[in-house]
């Protein structure tokens, strides 16, 4: 089971931390991806950690101003996002996948999603 949290309302400029709580598998075992969806766009992905591993890629729009990590602690995926501007905008989901896979952005290879938390930047 996944459960997104910690979006809101984000002054320009700012930054937010959002969490995916794993619970039910071990977080090392499961490569995670954060996705988002801006209203009237279609679901992106925008960075994935690697099952077993640190290794982690982003998605070109949120590279040097996004962080993904795993908090073993509090076993979630946490993604840490900077300088945020308007087109960041969108629901945020987590989603879980057993393996690894270089088409990491592909939404259809995720069978296990979070349910989403809005993040609004706005003044």
């Known amino acids: 089971q996944l459960q997104a949290s910690g979006g809101g309302l984000v002054q320009p400029g700012g930054s937010v931390r959002l969490s995916c709580k794993v619970s039910?598998?071990?977080?090392?075992?499961?490569?995670i991806t954060w996705f988002r969806q801006a209203q009237g766009e279609e679901r992106e992905a925008i960075s994935t950690?690697?099952?077993?591993?640190?290794?982690?890629y982003y998605a070109d729009s949120v590279k040097g101003r996004f962080i993904i990590s795993r908090d073993y602690g509090k076993n979630t995926v946490d993604l840490q996002m900077n300088n945020l501007g308007s087109l960041d905008t969108a629901v945020y989901y987590c989603?879980?996948?057993?393996?690894?896979?270089?088409?990491?952005?592909?939404?259809?290879?995720?069978?296990?999603w979070g349910q989403g938390t809005l993040v609004t930047v706005s003044s």
């Open positions: 989603a879980a996948h057993p393996s690894w896979t270089p088409a990491w952005s592909r939404e259809s290879y995720y069978s296990y």
């Open positions: 950690i690697k099952r077993d591993e640190t290794t982690t």
């Open positions: 039910g598998f071990p977080l090392r075992k499961w490569t």
